[in-house]
């Protein structure tokens, strides 16, 4: 990178930060929508599926919608000044991104990595979070949504949002300082990975199989009733994974047995697998479509 001789690295930085800005809030924006609003529209086309592994009685209202939808919208901004943020990093220096030759297994090992280290990010910043000092300011606006919904998955006050979006620049920072230049393309599958597992967490129906937490190969994985229990009865702080529950003691008491309770099998009719199939096809090539401007962006600030 080399700025104009009339201008300083830093100048130039917000030059490209200028440029790029409405390409970074589109991506942030259209993850959460198209993300939410899939799985919203798959939960509508299986409702009889859907209706038999509902996890609560109660169901979200119209304000609850409305209230999710607006508040992830605020999130959506603060995470896309985020981004911005790390961008500028790049462009002086500070941060060290690898866009150009990445090899498989080093995607695939970051990847994992920025997996494992976000979930205990999220983790200790959740415990903390509710903590009767953080609680009101944080995370009470979050657990407005006692019963969830897919929509609620970027429903942050202010301040959560800005310490759920920090992880990302502490970690490039971290790692750039140790000498390594992450993939982008790693970077790239991890934000559609966080924002698939979010809504996931937060759809209000348990969408994992029968036999999930029975199963040692699985059962590591936290389900949509996992997270559910804590939006209606506390413990389960972890995101992507039970490690951290289990360790620290704060998985609830009856989270195998709720799951049980919910997670009916699966029988695959024709009608189901087809429009299953849709909605698989509508978000492959959703995501797709927004690797062109996340590359744009990329190409354009380093």
Excluded at 99 to 123: G, K, M, P, R
Aim: net charge neutral; no cysteine.
């Amino acid at each position: 990178m080399t700025a104009p001789a009339d201008q300083s690295t830093f100048e130039y930085a917000l030059a490209k930060v200028a440029e790029h800005f409405m390409d970074v809030m589109y991506f942030d924006l259209s993850r959460y929508l198209i993300a939410a609003g899939l799985l919203t529209a798959f939960l509508l086309v299986v409702r009889k599926w859907a209706g038999n592994r509902r996890i609560q009685k109660r169901s979200a209202g119209r304000q609850d919608y409305v209230r999710e939808i607006a508040s992830s919208l605020r999130t959506v901004f603060v995470f896309g000044v985020t981004t911005l943020t790390t961008l500028v990093g790049t462009e002086v220096g500070i941060i060290k991104l690898n866009i150009e030759n990445a090899a498989l297994i080093t995607i695939i090992w970051q990847f994992a990595l920025i997996v494992v280290l976000h979930d205990a990010y999220f983790y200790w910043i959740h415990r903390a979070m509710h903590s009767k000092r953080l609680f009101r300011a944080t995370h009470l606006h979050h657990h407005k949504s006692r019963t969830p919904t897919p929509w609620a998955a970027y429903s942050f006050s202010s301040w959560e949002a800005m310490l759920e979006a920090a992880f990302m620049p502490l970690f490039l920072l971290a790692t750039s300082l140790l000498g390594i230049a992450y993939a982008g393309f790693a970077v790239f599958l991890f934000l559609w990975h966080m924002i698939i597992r979010n809504v996931m967490a937060h759809a209000g129906h348990e969408l994992f199989p029968a036999g999930w937490v029975d199963n040692p190969l699985t059962d590591w994985i936290s389900t949509t009733t996992h997270h559910d229990l804590h939006h209606s009865e506390g413990h389960n702080y972890g995101f992507y994974f039970t490690w951290w529950d289990r360790w620290m003691g704060t998985e609830h008491p009856e989270y195998k047995a709720r799951f049980r309770e919910v997670a009916k099998p699966l029988v695959i009719s024709h009608t189901l697998a087809g429009r299953t199939s849709i909605v698989a096809m509508a978000l492959v090539t959703s995501i797709a479509v927004l690797a062109g401007p996340f590359a744009g962006v990329e190409a354009g600030m380093i």
